[in-house]
């Protein structure tokens, strides 16, 4: 088991799409918790997301309460990456089976799901930055649990491939 990614009602296919090849290539699964603010056909999710797109592994739920609904029948953590949190997200011990999850570009989450999160972290910023793209932020966080739960592939993506001459 590996974490999962969760996206609370994207509001940019790029960044999503972004996401979803993040998750193809670290093994982690994608949730999208809609209604996203694009179409998930979109062209500049498909763009972004490049021919990775088939190989991410995307759950989407149709309401907030029927993602909770998934997360607890699985007993998972709910981790909130927000800038209202107090513990740097490097702090945090990750758990296999945690839900990472991120709010809009343009509101992040409301309060409801704030006070239904276990656990909330946020990415520390230098005084004055108000918050970093979603796709980096999501980068950040999945590079991170990865590591500390091991979880990164055995090899590089570059091995076995031939060198330009």
């Known amino acids: 088991m590996a974490p999962t990614i969760a996206l609370y009602q994207p509001d940019i296919a790029g ?3 972004t996401i979803l090849r993040l998750g193809a290539c670290l093994g982690l699964d ?3 918790i809609e209604p996203a ?3 998930l ?3 500049a999710l498909k763009r972004a997301g490049m021919d990775y797109i088939e190989m991410a592994r995307l759950t989407r739920h149709l309401t907030f309460e029927r993602f909770e609904a998934w997360r607890q029948a699985g007993n998972r953590r709910l981790v ?3 800038t209202a949190g107090a513990l740097p997200y490097t702090q945090a011990e990750f758990r296999a089976s945690d839900v990472l999850l991120f709010g809009r570009e343009s509101a992040g989450v409301p309060a409801g799901v704030h006070e239904r999160a276990d656990l909330r972290v946020t ?3 230098v005084p004055g930055a108000r918050s970093l793209n979603l796709a980096v932020s999501v980068g950040m966080a999945a590079g ?5 739960l091991r979880l990164l592939p055995a090899r590089p993506a570059s091995e076995g491939l031939s060198s330009p001459s």
């Open 30 to 32: 994608i949730a999208v």
């Open 144 to 148: 991170e649990a990865v590591r500390q």
């Open 123 to 125: 990415i520390p910023m």
């Open 15 to 17: 960044n999503t799409g």
């Open 41 to 43: 056909s979109d062209r």
């Open 37 to 39: 603010g694009f179409d």
């Open 80 to 82: 909130l990456f927000t």
